[in-house]
């Protein structure tokens, strides 16, 4: 029991807190020294093998996931919650402080004088709670404002809420792309049993149920540019899609900060696919945007990077663009690529007296839906969180421990304060004031 | 090209008033008594300030968006808010002596963007087309920008302070010790206005991402070296509460969030390109 008590006492300090914060900031900035999630190949590459092999033992290229990490979060969050309670407990049971060592002031009450002070303390708007009496003594709590315990109370609570929101999200959340043409159509699934808890399921034996699906059709996908200063600028990505369940039909465009949400799945605009077929003389050669490509009959590599195409936005008025791209070219002794001119859709390029054209392009659409319950829980936590600090940091609370002593014929004051626009000293004079004016 | 040599020249403008201002600071920490009590340095500061306002307010009309998409704007931004949280802090409370740190910073802020980084006005990406963009940064810097003003109030405290000579520091500015004290304070102060403000600008940038990528938070090395900045702030205000914390490890606590700051600003976008990693983040231009 002494030692429970004893491992209480420790896990609700203060002193803690401090101690797990700077071993969080440690275990992060590790995490930003090491590249995180990367291949075993890459991290050999980079440190060697020997050191690579004892990094990766020690959780480094995975920080935000290592036992480590996680367990100083755990103890941070029992530290939170036992901090909370005993805050609690200290605002429900002020203790009566040792007045006359810990006073911020002393002032000459004169017998039958106290009623003054506490009336001159309810003039200024305090509550006054009285907490113990004797013959000639008497302890009051006085208090202004909201109360700074219960406040940080709240945003220590919130904060609590915010790792069992991260809790949620590891446990529920899964994602997924999906690429569709204009007028094809994919199944997105509502749940997945990769998803942790399902996870878990599995492992005990429990039933994971058939995850369910939803119908997702594209019927357009439309990339806006901006030109400006001679250049092209994306301005945004458009997938209009229809998606069916069993409670019906939703339509809606989706575009970069505006996703799709249906009962706790999102679908996010993401990426984009374009493909189209080079024509060299008898040859086809079957190129995707981005990837490094050839063309029999030529010693060296090709690429293009992005097909422009869509609508165009210039000097305010818009244009639908022919699908073109940049060509690239990366002879066999060259160690970057040119520019070496412009394909266009249906159009003849001739590369060192070679006909390239480009035809059959189609362009996909790259959607990420995701869904993680977590994140409503979060959003609260974060409220909660907000609008205790804002309080406690920006509301004026004072609190008045009051212990007056007719045998000494002397008040002993001892005042905390919470808030920017909270000034004790000021406070304390003006009571001082009231005070002499109402015994006047 | 007419607006942009306009722009040029009006932000060399800004930056030889500014520098004017640090002269005049660096000359009232050097002789006190001399300069009308470091107030000649605050009005020259107020007209650098002034000044630059309008070089972002003609900005923004160009853009046709507030400008903190570049690191060009971001840093002049960053030098605008520090300047004007200074102002608000010296016309409040009638302290001139952080000043020289204040527009030091604030300088080398606007001189980076000047001389190192391109000025050209970009279109919005769709990622940044969001209502969060500008409460996001707007917040964020907020709080940068009253962290490098405590950071320079806490060093003044720290100089006035530190050592033997420490009382007699102070003295040679009218301070005697409560005096000295108040720049502890004021830093306390200071760091709790810019706290909520830290805090707001991380959460709306997690909900900002779980609008645009479907991810509130992603270990990024810009949002973790956020995270890094806050933790070290959260434990700067509970040092101030814990006895045996309060003051000289305070007063460090207060010089490494500062450090974490700048480092979660500028330093990421160096430690990105050093070491390969990949950052949505990172300014790229």
Redo the contacts between chains.
């Keep these: 029991m002494k030692l429970l008590k004893s491992l209480y006492r420790e896990l609700s300090s ?2 803690l ?2 101690i797990l ?2 071993l ?2 440690a275990c ?2 590790l ?3 090491f ?2 999630g990367g291949r075993p190949d890459q991290y050999v590459e980079a440190f060697g093998e020997a050191r690579a092999r004892w990094f990766s033992r020690l959780g480094l290229f995975d920080v ?1 996931h290592s036992w480590y990490f996680l367990f100083v979060g755990g103890i941070f969050f029992v530290n939170l919650v036992f901090c909370s309670v005993e805050g609690w407990k200290s605002h429900r049971r002020p203790k009566a402080a040792a007045f006359k060592e810990a006073s911020t002031a002393q002032w000459e009450v004169v017998r039958g004088e106290s009623d003054s002070l506490i009336k001159a303390l309810e003039d200024r708007r305090y509550r006054i709670k009285k907490i113990g009496e004797s013959e000639f003594t008497s302890s009051f709590i006085a208090q202004r404002g909201l109360p700074s315990r219960p406040v940080s109370i709240i945003y220590h609570f919130g904060l609590a809420l915010t790792f069992l929101g991260f809790v949620l999200s590891a446990l529920t959340a899964f ?1 997924g792309e999906v690429y569709l043409f204009p007028g094809e159509t994919k199944m997105v699934p509502q749940s997945s049993p990769d998803m942790t808890i399902n996870r878990w399921k599995a492992k005990l034996g429990l039933p994971v149920g058939e995850p369910d699906s939803l119908s997702l059709h594209l019927e357009s996908f439309d990339t806006e540019y ?1 030109w ?2 001679v250049k092209y ?5 458009k997938s209009a899609v229809t998606l069916t369940s069993d409670s019906g039909t939703k339509r809606k465009v989706i ?3 505006a ?1 799709l949400r249906h009962r706790g799945l ?1 679908i ?1 605009q ?1 990426a984009y696919n374009q493909e189209f077929d080079l024509v060299s003389g008898d040859s086809i050669v079957h190129v995707e945007a981005g990837a490094p490509f050839e063309v029999p009959g030529i010693d060296g590599t090709f690429s293009v990077r992005t097909v422009r195409t869509g609508t165009l936005f210039k000097r305010g008025e818009r244009e639908a663009l022919t699908p073109h791209a940049d060509l690239y070219f990366k002879g066999p002794d060259e160690k970057k690529s040119q520019r070496v001119g412009r394909l266009t859709l249906d159009s003849k390029f001739y590369f060192r007296d070679v006909p390239l054209t480009m035809g059959n392009f189609t362009e996909a659409t790259g959607l ?3 869904r993680d319950d977590g ?1 409503a829980f ?2 609260v936590a ?1 409220l909660l ?2 609008i205790g ?2 309080i406690r ?2 509301w004026p609370s004072y609190r008045i421990s009051l212990h007056v002593d007719e045998s000494e014929e002397r008040a002993y004051l001892s005042a905390k304060v919470a808030g ?1 626009a909270a000034y004790q000293e000021r406070e304390l004079a003006e009571i001082h004031e009231r005070f002499l004016g109402v015994t006047e | 090209m007419h607006s942009f040599l306009a722009e040029q020249s009006l932000f060399f403008g800004v930056i030889f008033v500014y520098g004017l201002a640090f002269l005049y600071y660096g000359a009232y920490l050097l002789f006190p008594r001399v300069l009308g009590k470091g107030k000649l340095a605050f009005y020259v500061l107020l007209s650098g300030a002034l000044l630059h306002a309008v070089l972002i307010v003609f900005r923004t009309i160009e853009a046709r968006y507030p400008p903190f998409q570049t690191l060009y704007e971001s840093l002049s931004w960053f030098a605008f808010s520090v300047v004007v949280s200074f102002l608000f802090v010296e016309w409040r409370r009638k302290v001139h002596l952080p000043g020289i740190l204040v527009t030091g910073i604030a300088l080398a802020a606007c001189m980076y963007a000047l001389f190192g980084k391109s000025p ?1 006005i ?2 919005l ?3 940044l ?2 209502g969060w963009f500008v409460w996001h940064v707007a917040a964020a810097f907020g709080s940068y920008a009253i962290f490098v003003v405590a950071f320079s109030v806490e060093a003044v405290f720290l100089a006035l302070t530190l050592g033997r000579a420490g009382g007699a520091r102070g003295a040679r500015y009218g301070l005697d010790e409560s005096g000295t004290h108040v720049f502890h304070r004021m830093a306390y ?1 200071l760091i ?2 810019g ?2 403000l830290l ?2 600008g991380i ?1 709306s940038g ?2 900002w991402a ?7 938070w992603g ?1 990024d ?1 810009k949002e ?2 956020s ?2 900045t806050w ?2 702030y ?2 700067y205000l ?2 101030k ?2 006895p045996r ?1 309060a003051r000289r490890r305070a007063s460090a606590l207060n010089c490494v969030g500062f450090i974490c700051m700048i480092f979660t600003f500028l330093g ?1 976008n160096w ?1 990105v390109k050093l ?3 990949p950052s949505l983040h990172a300014y790229t231009f």
């Design positions: 203060t002193h807190t401090l914060l700077i969080l900031a992060m900035l995490g930003t020294v590249p995180q935000f994602d901006t400006y200063n600028y994306p301005r945004e990505w575009e970069v900060n996703p999102t996010y993401m990420y839906f995701r994140v979060l959003y974060f969180f907000m600090l804002f940091i920006f920017i | 050209e970009k279109p990406f769709p990622a087309q969001s102060n709790l206005f706290y909520p805090t707001f959460v997690a909900a779980q609008e645009a990528w479907g991810r509130y270990w090395p973790t070296w995270l890094i933790s070290v959260a434990l509970h040092a509460v814990t914390w990421v430690l070491l390969h990693i």
